[in-house]
Each structure stands twice: as C-alpha cells, then as structure tokens.
Nanobody, 120 residues
Framework: QVQLVESGGGLVQAGGSLRLSCAAS????????MGWYRQAPGKQREFVARITSSETTNYAESVKGRFTISRDNTRSTVYLQMNSLKPEDTAVYYC??????????????WGQGTQVTVSS
C-alpha cells in the first residue's frame, strides 16, 4: 500500500504565501509524476501543477508565475510554494502521485487534502 500525507495548509491574508508538502510512503519502487489539484466549495476538482520524474513542470494558467512545484526524490516528497495568494485560491488542495509499487503495479494515489483559506 502507498500513502500520501499532505501538510502546510492554513489561513493566510491575500498577498501572502504558503508552502504545501506531500510525503509518499509505503511499498514504493518508483514515483513517476507528482502533482497538486484543488477543489473549491461547489466546484469540481481542478489541476494546479505537475512535476515529472525528470522534473519537467507544468501549471494551470491561473497559478502560473505565482506557484512553484518541486520535489525531493530522496524524501519522496513534493512541494507547492504558493506566493501572492488570492481569495480565489481558497480550496482543499490534494496531492497526487503516479507510483510504481514493489509489486510492479502502477497506480495513481491521492492524499487526504489540506485546506487553504485566503482572506481578502
């Protein structure tokens, strides 16, 4: 089994910053792409950012220039640095990872989510 545990959410004023972390653990052989998604109240979950195993990144247009995704493969951890936060960034943020398990099966896993609230 594989677990993803997020941390770093909270309440921040508009213009502020937060850094989210997501650590993977369990029966992991290799982690391919890792990413972040978010879901605001009453809305569908949407893509935020993604980083491949070779550290190629891509971002949603709404966060480009403000958010930065990175990863530490030695810690099986992905980060999301969020700067210049806006009230519309308020959402539950979910970590996602495409993982090759010890058994060689490949699956997508999700974290439990962490709340980010940006006040105006």
């Amino acid at each position: 089994q594989v677990q993803l545990v997020e941390s770093g959410g909270g309440l921040v004023q508009a213009g502020g910053s937060l850094r989210l972390s997501c650590a993977a653990s369990g029966s992991i052989r290799r982690i391919n792409a890792m990413g972040w998604y978010r879901q605001a109240p009453g809305k569908q979950r949407e893509f935020v950012a993604r980083i491949t195993s070779s550290e190629t990144t891509n971002y949603a247009e709404s966060v480009k220039g403000r958010f930065t995704i990175s990863r530490d493969n030695t810690r099986s951890t992905v980060y999301l640095q969020m700067n210049s936060l806006k009230p519309e960034d308020t959402a539950v943020y979910y970590c996602n990872a495409n993982v090759v398990a010890i058994s060689f099966t490949t699956s997508d896993y999700w974290g439990q989510g962490t709340q980010v609230t940006v006040s105006s």
